[in-house]
């Protein structure tokens, strides 16, 4: 059988099933005795080893076949699993990782790294063997004529993989007797179709009604497992009587279907020309004395939002989907150090766009292994400023508005200011006898190649590939910044945008250029001047157009006010927002560009970047 079909949504599940699987390790780890965690590890390893053995990746499911095995040691036990045994899995779950890569990436399976072999025969007392094959199926009494059986199975709601789980029983099944008919068929479970999670099977009676029940409990992700027979035995006069009760019921139709990320790339790219000719329409019919046209580009552009809206919330994941591997992260990073932390995370059910949760990955990295390596002290240091020998690690994400604010908090040390300026000096950042204020230090942190060590650390040291983290947040249309507090801590924050989508803005004309300002930074528009108002382009560093203007006052989440003074306001529109790159994001106060329907290019200001601007003048 060509299982090749499956191999994506193998690499998919068997994903979910490792995340999922170090989560509850690391619960182990701080919580022995927790059997909740305890039965989900074992499920997740029984899972992985029963689909990659469907799939004919051996090498993959006798490892997954003895780590669980390991695991039922401890439930059989009550036990709980041993510190030393959390550590193995741990090890074996890498290399299931390793495994599920070389799987992706079409190579051969590499083989069991030795040293993780000799860490489970040491714990296991000797090499366990390796899964046995199911028995052959049973063969009915001599001269017996076979009954029909209707085995109904119905799967856990919490089952990662529904079809997959169904294909999988259905041979199973099929190794004890005749496969008569599947609902859904077996083409649906290997199309990767399972509506429902209910499967209806008919088979014939070459097993006894035992055997298959002693399946049905082997089996897990499995909440009922019924079989009833449909067919009495042959009459006395060796007719066959009607079978007794209806066939299967017709299957329902699927709910969800999996998308490859590449086709809803290519439709949010085509939403984003269907916005842009939509804004060309938009003002090419309001110039035109046609009722019918512009009638016909009002209704366009409701289906056009209404389309755009839906392909938006696509794209949204919730950071879960980032976070999920970060304590282990940690936990490796604060062993290497022989330090002691608590790192903790809320707002995971905050969503971001997916392209910005991809991008992010690598950024927070940097500053989780920089707080671990460098901001917080050891057990000793942190007894002799009066702390508990644990250090805390604080990571959140919270929505304020369209924008999603990230804070990574540690209570170490802090940064120490007055070394950032001697090496600055050293560096040639600063001038001898220069003193500048405590901001400008903390931003001599992100410059390329700053590092307050003399050495390289084997992790990271604060300041080193800083420059790298506030780039890559940039790219995203984001900000970085910085506070600490000596001996007490630090902390960055994150300022992203909620999605790299569409976005409706305010087009205002200054100096000849046409800008965009965010719409929901905008308080209200009018004509004339108010007190404290400034020219854009004064900001910008030009010169002032002519004419008396208009007034734009810009604000949001409670903050001061900006009133800017332009030359004219051209109305709303909603653009696809592109990332800058690194030359045009340092000339300006500017966010991103859009590209608009007449196919002008206009940069999104920066609105925070503008008050700052201002503030500083």
């Not at 999988?168 to 179709?193: F, K, M, T, Y």
């Not at 089996?219 to 079989?227: A, G, I, P, Y």
């Not at 230090?441 to 420059?467: H, N, Y």
Request: proline share 6%.
């Amino acid at each position: 059988m060509d299982m090749s079909r499956y191999q994506s949504l193998f690499l998919n599940d068997t994903a979910e099933h490792l995340d999922a699987l170090e989560g509850n390790l690391l619960v182990l780890e701080g919580n022995p005795g927790d059997r909740e965690s305890l039965d989900e590890v074992f499920r997740h390893l029984h899972s992985v080893k029963g689909m990659a053995a469907s799939m004919h990746y051996e090498v993959m499911a006798r490892l997954a076949h003895r780590l669980e095995d390991l695991a039922s040691e401890a439930r059989e036990s009550g036990r709980g699993l041993s510190s030393p045994a959390v550590e193995v899995l741990l090890q074996g779950l890498d290399v299931l990782r390793v495994q599920l890569q070389a799987v992706r990436g079409k190579q051969s399976l590499p083989p069991l790294p030795e040293e993780l072999v000799l860490a489970l025969e040491k714990l296991q007392g000797g090499s366990r063997p390796p899964p046995e094959a199911s028995a052959p199926p049973a063969q009915p009494a001599a001269g017996s004529e076979p009954a029909r059986w209707l085995v109904e199975v119905v799967l856990e709601e919490s089952c990662p993989a529904p079809a997959l789980r169904a294909f999988v029983i259905v041979n199973r099944l099929r190794q004890l007797a005749p496969l008569v008919e599947c609902r859904p068929s077996e083409q649906q479970l290997r199309a990767g179709q399972f509506p429902g999670n209910r499967l209806l099977q008919v088979l014939l009676g070459e097993a006894e009604r035992s055997g298959l029940e002693t399946l049905g409990e082997s089996l897990l992700e499995v909440s009922s497992f019924k079989v009833e027979p449909l067919a009495p035995p042959a009459a006395p006069d060796g007719r066959q009587a009607a079978a007794a009760g209806p066939g299967p019921p017709p299957a329902a139709r699927p709910a969800t279907v999996r998308v490859g990320t590449e086709l809803l790339d290519f439709f949010f790219d085509s939403v984003g020309e269907l916005i842009s000719l939509l804004s060309f329409f938009e003002e090419y019919s309001g110039g035109v004395d046609s009722r019918a046209l512009r009638h016909g580009v009002r209704r366009l552009g409701q289906v056009v939002r209404r389309l755009r809206d839906r392909v938006v919330q696509v794209r949204m994941v919730p950071v879960s989907l980032l976070t999920a591997r970060l304590p282990r992260v940690v936990r490796d990073l604060a062993r290497q150090q022989d330090k002691q932390v608590d790192f903790t995370i809320s707002g995971q059910e905050v969503e971001l766009d997916r392209a910005i949760v991809e991008a992010l990955d690598t950024p927070l990295l940097h500053l989780l292994r920089n707080a671990v390596d460098h901001g917080l002290e050891d057990a000793a240091a942190r007894r002799a400023r009066g702390k508990p020998d644990g250090g805390r690690l604080e990571l959140s994400f919270q929505r304020a508005g369209e924008r999603v604010q990230v804070r990574l908090r540690d209570d170490g040390a802090g940064i120490d200011l007055e070394r950032v300026m001697q090496r600055a000096r050293q560096q040639g950042l600063l001038a001898d006898g220069e003193r500048p204020g405590r901001q400008r230090l903390l931003e001599l942190i992100f410059q390329p190649g700053f590092s307050t060590r003399e050495r390289a650390g084997q992790v990271s040291g604060r300041g080193v590939g800083l420059d790298a983290v506030r780039r890559d947040i940039e790219r995203l249309g984001g900000r970085v910044t910085v506070e600490t507090v000596s001996g007490q801590g630090t902390t960055f924050f994150i300022d992203l945008p909620l999605t790299l989508a569409i976005v409706p803005v305010l087009l205002v004309e200054e100096a000849g250029a046409v800008l965009a300002l965010p719409a929901q930074r905008v308080e209200r528009v009018q004509a004339g001047h108010e007190d404290g108002a400034v020219r854009l382009a004064e900001i910008l560093g030009g010169a002032a157009g002519g004419g008396a203007g208009e007034c734009v006052v810009l604000g949001g989440a409670g903050g001061p006010l900006l009133r800017l003074v332009v030359e004219r306001i051209c109305g709303h529109r909603e653009v696809v927002v592109k990332p800058l790159g690194r030359l045009l994001a340092a000339v300006g106060p500017y966010s991103g560009a859009a590209v608009l329907g007449d196919g002008r290019p206009a940069l999104v200001l920066d609105v925070d970047e503008l008050l700052r601007r201002r503030a500083g003048r």
